[in-house]
């Protein structure tokens, strides 16, 4: 039984391109995450969100945006790939948001490659 | 602004001990996570500190201090499955984890 899975696992497009990542966490957690990894290695939170509130990363371009068409499920769509959306997108998700011990738990990961 | 450092690479011997140091700024703080991830996988949880002191679990060990902004990660008796990124990550007061780029770990025979 997978906790968290995501899909596709790799996925590669052409710039312009519209694509879509989905998300699903079978745990009955409140909160899901969306994160990007990048080459560097570093893990960037894009967006966190439960019932409640979408929280944005200020720093995410306006092309991505998540949907949620209910509390096990936060899917990624990104309008107009550019280069630099090359990455792995993890999604992940925790029992409330707003708990200090808020241990995540992350699906396996995208590989995303723009041409 | 808010900044995770960590080294960047560290090599190791199996069967010694090595210890993974993070530095953090953040606005607030809500604990200090460690996290593992294998090379191609998602990374999963080790350990939480929110209070100062040394948390002990089995052959990893996780360190605090918050007057100095300061954790470590303890690994004992090192084995080959041990090598992998350890990311280092601080909550800060809206509850959001600010990341380091992670320590890659690499254990030799």
């Known amino acids: 039984d997978t906790a968290v899975s995501q899909t596709p696992k790799y996925l590669v497009t052409q710039m312009g391109n519209d694509k879509s990542i989905k998300c699903e966490q079978n745990l009955g957690h409140d909160t899901m995450y969306w994160y990007k990894q990048d080459s560097k290695k570093f893990l960037k939170i894009m967006f966190s969100?439960?019932?409640?509130?979408?929280?944005i990363n200020e720093t995410v371009p306006n092309r991505f945006s998540p949907k949620s068409p209910d509390k096990a499920h936060l899917n990624l769509h990104i309008n107009s790939l550019e280069l630099g959306d090359s990455a792995v997108y993890f999604c992940a998700s925790s029992q409330e948001a707003s708990l200090p011990y808020n241990e995540q738990f992350f699906g396996p990961g995208t590989r995303l490659t723009v041409l | 602004g808010q900044n995770i450092d960590q080294p960047t690479e560290m090599t190791a011997t199996e069967g010694a001990i090595v210890q993974i140091n993070c530095t953090y700024q953040?606005?607030?703080?809500?604990?200090l996570f460690w996290y593992q991830q294998h090379a191609g996988e998602a990374p999963t949880f080790l350990s939480y500190n929110v209070l100062d002191g040394l948390e002990e679990k089995g052959r990893f060990s996780s360190f605090l201090s918050r007057s100095k902004g300061y954790s470590y990660l303890l690994l004992k008796e090192l084995q080959m499955k041990d090598s992998a990124s350890y990311l280092c990550a601080a909550m800060d007061s809206n509850y959001q984890l600010i990341w380091g780029a992670g320590t890659k770990l690499i254990i030799k025979p």
């Open positions: 969100y439960n019932n409640k509130e979408l929280i």
């Open positions: 953040t606005s607030g703080f809500n604990g």
